[in-house]
């Protein structure tokens, strides 16, 4: 349930606290104070496009009665931050950044939300079939369908747009590149090596020259220090031994570098950096574009190899495609029907409680394969007691639509919190009172939060909240009850209108004797 909301910046709502109870929670206020803003706030943790400030922030505390292990959250009480900057919405739980679609996905399962003419949703076919859907678990069989109608759409599309002769030809100039681009073994640390052998390579000639003419003076310097031995005492050898060692370790180290020298192939390097240029023209313009476009084509044979697959059982796929689709939906439809069936009991049960006697069914028609099903549905009823039935759209006021939409969602009810946006548009007198006992029932289930112009709804309340709104701030209050008499007796008309109610009933009970 929702325990707390503080909204610290919303329209005109600044540092407010709004603390809600079990039950039934009602808030009313003068036309124009914005009550709905309440619930734009709470709908701002939801899908919900009604926000009215381009920046705002608010936290709600919810105290969970289960854990979701998918973003480490467990039972127990979290505050969920929203925060809207740049025109982008931010999401926190409990201080910890959240992406929105989670923090969705969670609250979808705990909170529900009605607006304001949500009763205009009951002429919406694809609405009517998402209702049938909730009520049949159908997710899992739309899911498996929706998949295999992808797959359907696709056949469908490469019979009518391909040919196989020409996806062949596609699939050997693809290969050809592939190929030669496989063949070449291309890879941009090789390049960058021969690069450097390459320039080291072009000064081969200098390079061997000074090599060769240092090799030849150290084994002068070598000879020549060699005879120096027999012209010197014995006590200066060691001099000459150390120079001589100098002189060949130098000596040794030269004759490698020419090896080195003498092993590069200079038209070896020139022939495979030849290789890398004409790759890169071809297929580039770098050697990195070279081998991602490899990638690509072998993802797009794998793609044409499909193609020709299917083409080569081009009808028989198809036909076990539609087989499969067929049975499926079929499977989708006829649990709707008994969705159907069940909730049509609901809502005439609902409605009757209402005060209001309708017959109301499901029209279902079969249609083509769509990526839906194969069933065209539309709500039809008849305020009569006998006779045929007719869409809604053609025959229902709003007022019928409202009624009709509140037994449908009494019906579903099904998360821990439901907030009703002006519920009572369009209701009034007996079904007024019968409204609100509905309400009083649902909240014994649910925490139920309403925004409400009906005193009898508001009589109801196990927690009375009301918005008031002095110039550019406006104030949430927790109502006792001395100052709910008073906002109750606002809300029937005032003194004037108690009064005149008063005498009304006194002539009344004149006029019956008592």
Same mark, same amino acid.
């Given at each position: 349930?929702?325990?707390?909301?503080?909204?610290?910046?919303?329209?005109?709502?600044?540092?407010?606290?709004?603390?809600?109870?079990?039950?039934?929670?009602?808030?009313?206020?003068?036309?124009?104070?914005?009550?709905?803003?309440?619930?734009?706030?709470?709908?701002?943790?939801?899908?919900?496009?009604?926000?009215?400030?381009?920046?705002?922030?608010?936290?709600?505390?919810?105290?969970?009665?289960?854990?979701?292990?998918?973003?480490?959250?467990?039972?127990?009480?979290?505050?969920?931050?929203?925060?809207?900057?740049?025109?982008?919405?931010?999401?926190?739980?409990?201080?910890?950044?959240?992406?929105?679609?989670?923090?969705?996905?969670?609250?979808?399962?705990?909170?529900?939300?009605?607006?304001?003419?949500?009763?205009?949703?009951?002429?919406?076919?694809?609405?009517?079939?998402?209702?049938?859907?909730?009520?049949?678990?159908?997710?899992?069989?739309?899911?498996?369908?929706?998949?295999?109608? %992808?797959?359907?759409?696709?056949?469908?599309?490469?019979?009518?747009?391909?040919?196989?002769?020409?996806?062949?030809?596609?699939?050997?100039?693809?290969?050809?590149?592939?190929?030669?681009?496989?063949?070449?073994?291309?890879?941009?640390?090789?390049?960058?090596?021969?690069?450097?052998?390459?320039?080291? &390579?072009?000064?081969?000639?200098?390079?061997?020259?000074?090599?060769?003419?240092?090799?030849?003076?150290?084994?002068?310097?070598?000879?020549?220090?060699?005879?120096?031995?027999?012209?010197?005492?014995?006590?200066?050898?060691?001099?000459?031994?150390?120079?001589?060692?100098?002189?060949?370790?130098?000596?040794?180290?030269?004759?490698?570098?020419?090896?080195?020298?003498?092993?590069?192939?200079?038209?070896?390097?020139?022939?495979?950096?030849?290789?890398?240029?004409?790759?890169?023209?071809?297929?580039?313009?770098?050697? %990195?574009?070279?081998?991602?476009?490899?990638?690509?084509?072998? %993802?797009?044979?794998?793609?044409?190899?499909?193609?020709?697959?299917?083409?080569?059982?081009?009808?028989?796929?198809?036909?076990?495609?539609?087989?499969?689709?067929?049975?499926?939906?079929?499977?989708?439809?006829?649990?709707?029907?008994?969705?159907?069936?069940?909730?049509?009991?609901?809502?005439?049960?609902?409605?009757?409680?209402?005060?209001?006697?309708?017959?109301?069914?499901?029209?279902?028609?079969?249609?083509?394969? &769509?990526?839906?099903?194969?069933?065209?549905?539309?709500?039809?009823?008849?305020?009569?007691?006998?006779?045929?039935?007719?869409?809604?759209?053609?025959?229902?006021?709003?007022?019928?639509?409202?009624?009709?939409?509140?037994?449908?969602?009494?019906?579903?009810?099904?998360?821990?919190?439901?907030?009703?946006?002006?519920?009572?548009?369009?209701?009034?007198?007996?079904?007024?009172?019968?409204?609100?006992?509905?309400?009083?029932?649902?909240?014994?289930?649910?925490?139920?939060?309403?925004?409400?112009?009906?005193?009898?709804?508001?009589?109801? &309340?196990?927690?009375?909240?009301?918005?008031?709104?002095?110039?550019?701030?406006?104030?949430?209050?927790?109502?006792?009850?001395?100052?709910?008499?008073?906002?109750?007796?606002?809300?029937?008309?005032?003194?004037?209108?108690?009064?005149?109610?008063?005498?009304?009933?006194?002539?009344?009970?004149?006029?019956?004797?008592?």
């Amino acid at each position: 349930m929702i325990e707390l909301i503080h909204i610290n910046e919303y329209v005109y709502l600044k540092d407010v606290d709004i603390y809600f109870s079990e039950g039934l929670n009602v808030i009313t206020g003068e036309t124009g104070t914005g009550k709905s803003l309440i619930l734009d706030v709470i709908g701002s943790f939801l899908d919900y496009q009604n926000i009215r400030s381009e920046t705002f922030s608010a936290d709600m505390v919810l105290n969970l009665d289960m854990d979701f292990d998918e973003i480490g959250i467990r039972r127990g009480q979290h505050i969920f931050s929203v925060e809207r900057k740049n025109k982008r919405l931010f999401y926190k739980v409990d201080g910890r950044l959240i992406g929105r679609e989670q923090v969705q996905n969670i609250l979808s399962n705990i909170i529900t939300i009605h607006k304001q003419n949500s009763h205009m949703k009951l002429l919406d076919k694809d609405f009517i079939l998402e209702v049938l859907d909730t009520v049949a678990d159908n997710y899992e069989l739309l899911e498996k369908y929706k998949e295999l109608y %992808e797959n359907y759409q696709h056949v469908l599309k490469i019979i009518a747009g391909a040919n196989k002769d020409s996806e062949l030809k596609k699939l050997e100039e693809l290969r050809e590149k592939v190929n030669e681009i496989e063949s070449a073994h291309l890879s941009e640390e090789e390049e960058q090596e021969l690069e450097e052998k390459y320039k080291k &390579a072009l000064n081969l000639q200098t390079l061997l020259q000074n090599y060769s003419s240092v090799s030849q003076h150290l084994e002068e310097i070598e000879n020549a220090l060699r005879k120096i031995y027999s012209l010197i005492e014995d006590k200066y050898h060691e001099f000459l031994d150390t120079a001589v060692e100098s002189i060949a370790e130098l000596s040794n180290q030269i004759s490698k570098e020419l090896s080195k020298i003498e092993e590069m192939n200079l038209e070896e390097i020139e022939n495979r950096l030849w290789v890398y240029k004409k790759l890169r023209r071809k297929y580039g313009p770098t050697t %990195e574009d070279v081998i991602a476009n490899l990638q690509k084509w072998l %993802e797009e044979i794998k793609q044409i190899e499909k193609t020709i697959k299917i083409l080569e059982n081009a009808e028989e796929e198809r036909l076990r495609l539609e087989s499969e689709l067929r049975s499926l939906a079929i499977q989708i439809s006829e649990k709707r029907k008994n969705a159907a069936r069940n909730i049509v009991k609901s809502i005439e049960r609902h409605l009757k409680d209402l005060n209001m006697n309708a017959r109301i069914d499901f029209y279902f028609n079969q249609k083509d394969m &769509a990526r839906d099903g194969i069933d065209d549905v539309e709500l039809v009823g008849s305020t009569l007691s006998t006779g045929p039935l007719y869409p809604l759209r053609k025959i229902a006021s709003g007022g019928e639509l409202s009624r009709l939409m509140l037994a449908l969602e009494l019906s579903l009810a099904s998360t821990d919190v439901l907030v009703y946006d002006e519920i009572d548009a369009g209701i009034g007198g007996v079904t007024a009172v019968k409204l609100a006992d509905k309400l009083s029932e649902l909240s014994k289930k649910h925490q139920v939060i309403v925004v409400t112009h009906l005193p009898q709804i508001a009589l109801k &309340a196990d927690k009375h909240l009301s918005l008031r709104r002095t110039g550019d701030t406006g104030t949430v209050v927790e109502l006792d009850e001395r100052a709910r008499d008073e906002e109750i007796k606002r809300m029937f008309g005032g003194e004037k209108f108690i009064e005149l109610l008063g005498d009304f009933a006194s002539k009344e009970n004149k006029r019956k004797g008592k």
